[in-house]
């Protein structure tokens, strides 16, 4: 058969993601905080979204006294809203939901990122933590801040320690390409202030030199507080030595030779230092007085105060009512009269076109926030039907959940409820949790009766180690032997995989700072 050119029909059906389709998958994701930015953003950008903030207080206020009450009576009618989202509370019995209909669509909710380190320019979106102090100082004008508030008018407020080594980066690395790697390698840090030791992975999951890599962690490593961005605590107590020139030789060998400290092998440092008992001393009670965690002498950090998408309370006879917290969340209604006004008024058939795409959009931005709504309700008031016993006996009653099970139940594709659980959090009576919390994966029970909780399993490791005596500390095996005389099967590797979960240390070491006077403090 001959190669010559031809038109061919073909007919397949693909999927296809429109924009709206986009922006809702995302409306999805959104915490409350990252939905008010976007709900202002659209709100600049589109004359026919109106913000009724009168009516979202009234609401507050008819919420907490007449509980799912609504305020339709109030609404201006030249406005149209979506009936339930604007309620000051959307609330819904954990047992009775209507179906919202969802597009059961997998979609990878991730940018595709090329290799950075081949190209001449640097994508803006990876140095927006970068760009964002620099658009301040140069904008920034004296006696006022960026927005044109005067500074007097403004609180004080305290650098965060992510703001706090931000600033710094911008001022010491100038290269964008290293700047992204400082970034990325913040972002890694954990709650002592140091990166993970494998730092090869961190360099091939970024798509980077490993060389150049080690290049930025030693310049990141000279910034305040001192031992920052260490990967072990040898590190983190050279760095400290560095900052204060006393990182000599012999306090070199002496780091070098630490676990000596473990079994109180003075003589022994001594020699390998070559220096006297008395140095060795000396050199051990310097050593004791630096930091393991650089973060304790950093003052300035504050806690991210977490806003509840949800909340829920007691109800009649034993039932949780589950609320929407919508005191932070803007009320948008859609201006029709305003619309049929500039309508009648235009002649031109591009500003025509213009106010009805307006018009369409936020018709369906008050549409998606109104399903949005209603979909997170569904999956909060879900989660609390099933996790009823941990809301009223405590987390040693909390049981195996996975997203499936949510989504069986409302009939939901597992992607939703995954993104509706991502970035929201539930006011309980018993705190505020993230409510990925909620799904745990399950332990089998020696005695063949339900499955525990791995977050259940954990806490009883807790409080196990936490009630050990000094004269009898709990091994692994032991733990597993107790954990089996409760009922719960569980293997000793998995006890030492949630005991170090918990940042407690084995039995050994347990046992060698109980008895030793000095040195830090056991925290669980």
């Known amino acids: 058969m001959a190669l010559t050119p031809r038109l061919e029909l073909r007919q397949s059906q693909t999927l ?13 994701q959104y915490s409350n905080i990252e939905l008010r930015e976007f709900i202002e953003e659209e709100l600049a950008d589109n004359p026919l979204l109106k913000l009724n903030d009168e009516d979202l ?23 149209s809203e979506a009936p339930e989202y604007t309620d000051g509370t959307a609330s819904l019995d ?58 007097e008018q403004t609180l004080s407020q305290k650098t965060s320690l992510r703001d706090h080594l931000m600033n710094q980066i911008q001022m010491e690395i100038h290269s964008p390409k290293d700047k992204i790697i400082a970034v990325f390698l ?29 290049q930025v962690l030693n310049r990141l490593q000279q910034l305040d507080p001192p031992g920052i961005f260490a990967r072990s605590l040898k590190e983190c107590w050279s760095i400290q030595l560095r900052e204060i020139d006393r990182l000599d030789p012999a306090m070199e060998t002496l780091l070098e030779n630490i676990d000596l400290l473990k079994v109180h092998d003075y003589q022994m440092l001594a020699e390998l230092c070559c220096v006297d008992f008395d140095d060795i001393e000396d050199m051990v009670s310097e050593l004791w007085s630096l930091t393991h965690n650089p973060l304790d002498a950093f003052d300035q950090i504050v806690a991210q105060t977490v806003t509840p998408d949800v909340t829920m309370r007691p109800g009649l006879e034993g039932s949780w009512i589950v609320e929407l917290n919508t005191t932070e969340l803007p009320k948008v209604l859609v201006n029709n009269t305003y619309y049929a006004q500039i309508s009648s008024k235009m002649r031109n058939k591009n500003d025509k076109k213009y106010v009805t795409d307006k018009l369409q959009w936020a018709n369906w931005l008050v549409k998606s926030l109104h399903q949005r709504a209603t979909t997170i309700l569904k999956v ?39 993104r509706v659980t991502t970035n929201k959090y539930i006011d309980t009576p018993r705190g505020i949790f993230e409510l990925k919390y909620f799904f745990t994966t399950a332990i089998s029970s020696s005695n063949g009766g339900d499955y525990y909780s791995s977050e259940a399993v954990r806490h009883k490791i807790k409080t196990l180690i936490g009630e050990e005596r000094p004269g009898s500390i709990l091994s692994d095996d032991k733990l597993v032997e107790l954990l089996n005389n409760d009922g719960v099967d569980i293997a000793r590797r998995t006890v030492a995989k949630y005991r170090e979960a918990l940042k407690i240390p084995s039995s050994v070491h347990r046992r060698r700072l109980r008895n030793r006077s000095t040195a830090f403090t056991l925290t669980y």
Request: glycine share 6%.
């Open 380 to 418: 909060a008031s879900e989660i609390v039907s099933q996790q009823e016993s941990f809301f009223e006996l405590g987390v040693e009653h909390l049981k195996p959940l996975a997203l499936r099970d949510i989504a069986e139940e409302i009939e939901m594709h597992e992607s939703t409820v995954s």
């Open 186 to 214: 913040t972002d890694h840090l954990d709650e002592c202030g140091r990166l993970p030791n494998d730092l090869e992975g961190l360099a091939e999951h970024l798509g980077c030199d490993l060389h150049k890599m080690h």
């Open 57 to 79: 207080s009234t609401e507050s206020g008819m919420a907490e006294e007449h509980g799912a009450s609504a305020m339709s009576d109030n609404v201006d009618p030249e406005y």
């Open 94 to 151: 954990p047992h009775g939901q209507e179906h919202v209909s969802e597009d059961h669509v997998n979609v990878l909710d991730m940018a595709e990122y090329g290799d950075v380190w081949e190209q001449e320019d640097v994508p803006s979106t990876a140095t927006n933590d970068i760009a964002s102090f620099s658009e301040r100082g140069s904008e920034s004008r004296i006696g006022t801040d960026y927005d044109g508030r005067y500074l």
């Open 16 to 28: 296809v993601m429109t924009p709206q389709l986009q922006k809702a998958i995302k409306l999805l």
